[in-house]
T-cell receptor, first 113, second 112 residues
Framework: EAGVTQSPTHLIKTRGQQATLRCSPI?????VYWYQQALGLGLQFLLW???????NRGNFPPRFSGRQFPNYSSELNVNALELEDSALYLC????????????FGDGTRLSIL | GEDVEQSLFLSVREGDSSVINCTYT??????LYWYKQEPGAGLQLLTY?????DMKQDQRLTVLLNKKDKHLSLRIADTQTGDSAIYFC????????????FGRGTSLIVHP
């Protein structure tokens, strides 16, 4: 069974640009979650999508947005990039329900110059 | 709200047992998870336990839950250099938002 896949592995942008990160969940999982892991800050929850809808959002500005496609894959878009957006962005997927743990991809390393 | 606390570092000798500790605040029914993150990789789910259990064992891993003290531990028997990683504890409230709260992670260093 293929795990959660994320692309690209690395992404280098400059301030003010826009970045698009992609995630494919485990087959059969309908929920996709996005996290930001910045140095020294642990995992910060960004967004949760399920069945194509945004279900929950963390404490991030509106320039962080995303969507989920009919095949349950997802995109995270970050507009007007700032230096502090440099981080590892992790995607996780799960089935829906209480006892469905999240399974993570290896992340996209976003570096802002 | 939920809060999960972990110590930041643990150093052990190869072959010894490692015990990584975590405390959480939610007192209702909850799921508790342990994840492992190796350098340059995402989080790998190691094991999880529901709050109606006291213990769960899986090969070299033993999870102990003290509900009274809201304390969770992960014991790794016969620790190997390949176990060097960051270990995250996470809590998810049953019937809640399905968004786990993660601790900051414990960096386990295994030396020969």
């Amino acid at each position: 069974e293929a795990g959660v896949t994320q692309s690209p592995t690395h992404l280098i942008k400059t301030r003010g640009q826009q970045a698009t990160l992609r995630c494919s969940p485990i087959s059969g999982h309908t929920s996709v979650y996005w996290y930001q892991q910045a140095l020294g800050l642990g995992l910060q929850f960004l967004l949760w999508y399920d069945e194509g809808e945004e279900r929950n959002r963390g404490n991030f500005p509106p320039r962080f947005s995303g969507r989920q496609f009919p095949n349950y894959s997802s995109e995270l878009n970050v507009n007007a990039l700032e230096l502090e957006d440099s981080a590892l962005y992790l995607c996780a997927s799960s089935g829906l329900g209480d006892n469905q743990p999240q399974h993570f991809g290896d992340g996209t390393r976003l570096s802002i110059l | 709200g939920e809060d999960v606390e972990q110590s930041l570092f643990l150093s052990v000798r190869e072959g010894d047992s490692s015990v990584i500790n975590c405390t959480y605040t939610d007192s209702s029914s909850t799921y508790l998870y342990w994840y492992k993150q190796e350098p340059g990789a995402g989080l790998q789910l190691l094991t999880y336990i529901f709050s109606n259990m006291d213990m769960k064992q899986d090969q070299r891993l033993t999870v102990l839950l003290n509900k009274k003290d809201k304390h969770l531990s992960l014991r790794i028997a016969d620790t190997q250099t390949g176990d060097s990683a960051i270990y995250f504890c996470a809590e998810s409230m049953a019937g809640g938002s399905y968004i786990p709260t993660f601790g900051r992670g414990t960096s386990l260093i295994v030396h020969p």
